[in-house]
């Protein structure tokens, strides 16, 4: 109670000439980013994604969504490292995985090992040498926190982002995801209802605490059923409220997980290839951002990067 009294406390009303100062002073910094060639936003780590979006934007609710294992956690962890690589802090709530398999998946993603070693223990005296150099160079000052509590709700995620904003741990958050919230059921809502909330609240925080926040989401299995498995607007589960309270709606879609072969332009078999699908843009424009990914799904590249081949081990 305390808590939102302390926040009702705050202005939340502004004055035209007060925001018009503050539009202005935004708009010149933006300004001097784009001469200076910055993007003006947190960089998304696809450069072709970033020339869509500017990059994430504080206030802004992004749904990242698909179908179970198309790789929405590894895309968002790849959007979570590169924040956090550019000295943006990040809070994970990871609902479905534990903070150390989560880890190990960074840990695999910055080193040459694959997961499946890191969860069974055989790994060579070589291996383990570039596990401890990804965990004391890059990963080791990391600004992320993950918090791995899996029976939570949204106003606890609420209080928690708040706590961590205060401390200046909080840039930018991510849920891994929406259907896994735990909401206290009065009985009388259905899940509908419930989901609709707390798309709502993601979107609060996002502009209570000025920061990105991209909420992970399934998708129904309509999608299986389609020829083309290309995920629509219509397959986000409980969907309207959630399309309704995005900024962005981006679907992660893996043809080859469906075994739909894909071709570059000189006819070659394109493999490890992915598309982030933006299906609805607030700000921007909507379209496709292809991406190249290692086998295991834990490294995502820009689709142009040279030297990802077929033959890259993993």
């Not at 998304?44 to 869509?52: A, E, F, I, V, W």
């Not at 990871?94 to 840990?107: A, C, G, H, P, T």
């Not at 741990?169 to 891994?176: P, T």
Request: aromatic share 6%; charged share 25%; glycine share 8%.
């Amino acid at each position: 109670e305390q808590m939102q009294q302390d926040l009702i406390g705050q202005s939340e009303s502004q004055s035209f000439k007060d925001i018009a100062q503050s539009a202005l002073k935004n708009i010149e910094r933006k300004m001097g980013l784009y001469s200076s060639g910055k993007q003006t936003g947190i960089t998304t780590g696809l450069q072709d994604l970033n020339d869509m979006n500017s990059g994430w934007h504080g206030g802004e609710l992004i749904v990242l969504a698909a179908r179970p294992a198309m790789g929405k956690t590894a895309v968002s962890l790849h959007f979570g490292k590169s924040a956090a690589i550019q000295g943006i802090p990040v809070v994970i709530f990871s609902l479905e995985m534990d903070s150390v398999s989560l880890y190990e998946r960074f840990i695999a993603s910055e080193s040459n090992v694959h997961p499946s070693k890191l969860r069974s223990g055989n790994i060579s005296q070589d291996e383990l040498l570039q596990i401890d150099k990804a965990i004391g160079g890059t990963l080791y000052s990391l600004p992320i926190t993950i918090n791995d509590n899996a029976a939570i709700g949204m106003s606890y995620i609420r209080a928690t982002c708040r706590l961590y904003h205060r401390q200046n741990k909080c840039g930018m958050v991510i849920i891994d995801y929406l259907q896994l919230i735990t909401e206290s059921s009065n009985g009388t809502r259905n899940r509908e209802q419930e989901i609709a909330r707390m798309s709502r609240e993601a979107k609060i925080i996002a502009k209570e605490l000025n920061v990105p926040v991209i909420l992970l989401s399934q998708l129904n299995r309509e999608v299986d059923k389609r020829q083309d498995k290309k995920p629509i607007l219509a397959d986000l589960r409980e969907s309207g409220a959630i399309e309704q309270d995005a900024d962005m709606v981006i679907f992660v879609h893996r043809p080859e997980y469906y075994g739909i072969s894909v071709n570059d332009s000189s006819g070659h078999e394109i493999y490890n290839y992915g598309e982030l699908i933006i299906a609805k843009h607030r700000n921007g424009s909507v379209g496709t951002v292809k991406f190249k990914h290692n086998g295991s799904l834990t490294k995502i590249f820009d689709y142009d990067t040279k030297g990802y081949t077929e033959n890259n081990p993993f």
